[in-house]
Structures are given as C-alpha cells and as structure tokens.
C-alpha cells in the first residue's frame, strides 16, 4: 500500500498542466495517512524493532555521518574569469560531507608570499575573489573547514588577472 502510494506521489510530483498541484496535494496527504497509520500501529506492537519497520517498506532515515576528522585538502582547483574586472572565481572538488566554509588565499608569489585573505566561502561551485590585481599573475589555494577545524591547503592554480 505503502509503496503504491509513494508511487502515485512521484508520478503526481512530474506532472503538469490543470490541476496536477491539487492531485500531487491530494496524493501526499494520502501517503501521509498511510505513514502516521503504520506508525502508529508499529508503536503499539511490543518490541518492534528496525528490522520490522524495513520489512513494512517504510523509508528508512539515513543515520546523520558524524566526522572526527579535519577536511583533505580539496582538489581540482579551478580558476575562471569573473564578470567583472579584478575577479576570480576559484571551485574545487572536496572528498568529504559536514564542510561549514571553504577559506581561500591568493598571492603573487606561491613561494615567499604574503597570502591574502578573502571571506570565507560556503559554496564549493563559486569562490569569489575580488579586488585582484589587474594584469598579475596570481596563484588561489583553498582548504575546507568543519566543525572540527580546518584542513589541509589545495595545491595552488594560477591565474593572470583581467
């Protein structure tokens, strides 16, 4: 029943057209009855276990990862042109869930420095730095942060600034 029902949910979920956002409200609160039914009669059975509820097809929650360890250091460092003059926007690939912010530092000297910092990041996709500058080789690393502390340093990426 169960399955039927998250079934028509999903098929009711793509549809369009006139009166598919009441059908997909109808089919949701159907599969919400379903759900608090079982539920409530699971609860009433003694010693019901996971076991007895994955049987039941009820979708199991995933259990939340919990991190002991700092972040690797991201890769694939990428660097691209910004829309505006003096910007850079930097993405990476990171190897591990629970990132809070990707810190980024740049400078014109990977070996002596000084490295630069900009505000912090939240998106892997688009680390925006701005006020470069202009006609300068620059060299970008990035290292991700989680609740535990900072990670190691991605391998720098240069880029010349426009």
């Known amino acids: 029943m169960i399955a039927a029902a998250v079934e028509d949910l999903v098929l009711k979920r793509t549809a369009t057209g006139w009166g ?7 089919s949701k ?7 608090t039914a079982m539920t409530t009669e699971l609860m009433q059975v003694p010693d019901a276990t996971a076991v007895d509820l994955a049987a039941s097809l009820f ?9 002991t360890n700092v972040p ?4 694939d460092l990428r660097l691209r042109h910004g829309q505006r003059s003096q910007e850079v ?13 990707l810190e980024s530092q740049w400078t014109l000297d990977p070996t002596n420095g000084p490295w630069s910092n900009p505000e912090p990041a939240t998106s892997s996709r688009r680390i ?13 690393r990035v290292r991700a942060r989680n609740v535990i502390g900072p990670g190691g340093w991605s391998d720098p990426a240069t880029i010349m600034v426009v």
């Open 128 to 140: 925006l730095l701005s006020g470069l500058p202009r006609g300068k080789d620059i060299w970008v």
């Open 72 to 75: 690797p250091a991201p890769g």
């Open 59 to 67: 979708p199991m929650v995933k259990e939340r990862e919990r991190t």
């Open 29 to 35: 609160a159907a599969l919400a009855r379903l759900l």
């Open 89 to 101: 926007i930097a993405s990476c690939k990171l190897r591990m869930a629970n990132i809070r912010t």
């Open 20 to 26: 598919a956002t009441v059908a997909m409200r109808a």
